[in-house]
């Protein structure tokens, strides 16, 4: 079984948590999904210093999936898109009730 990590990003999230994260991750052997809160749609989000990153899918489109371990970068206003969605609050409760890992960076927690 391959260990899974949701690595999420939102407009303003720090490009240096997100991929810094990603990159340790996948050198890590782990198999990283890249997801995207965007109030204004689509799978590119313009980074807190400007960067444009592109996710490899909406986070509603993994919703309803299990991962190992969810990855908050920080940055913002990255940070408060995150908090303020409704879709990531909820997978967060449930990772925390089956004893999954969360990690939070910077701003984020």
């Known amino acids: ?9 939102a407009p303003g999230s720090e490009e240096l948590e997100a991929v810094a994260s990603i990159d340790t991750l996948v050198r890590g052997g782990i198999e990283v999904t890249v997801a995207a809160v965007n109030p204004a749609g689509g799978r590119e989000i313009v980074a807190s210093r400007g960067v444009r990153l592109v996710a490899d899918c909406l986070l509603s489109e993994v919703a309803q999936r299990d991962f190992d371990v969810l ?12 908090r303020d969605d409704p879709t990531l609050i909820a997978m967060l409760r449930r990772q925390q009730a089956r004893g999954g890992w969360r990690a939070a960076l910077c701003a984020s927690p």
């Open 1 to 9: 079984m391959s260990v899974k990590a949701l690595v999420v990003i």
């Open 71 to 82: 990855v908050l970068p920080g940055g913002l206003p990255g940070a408060e898109h995150l």
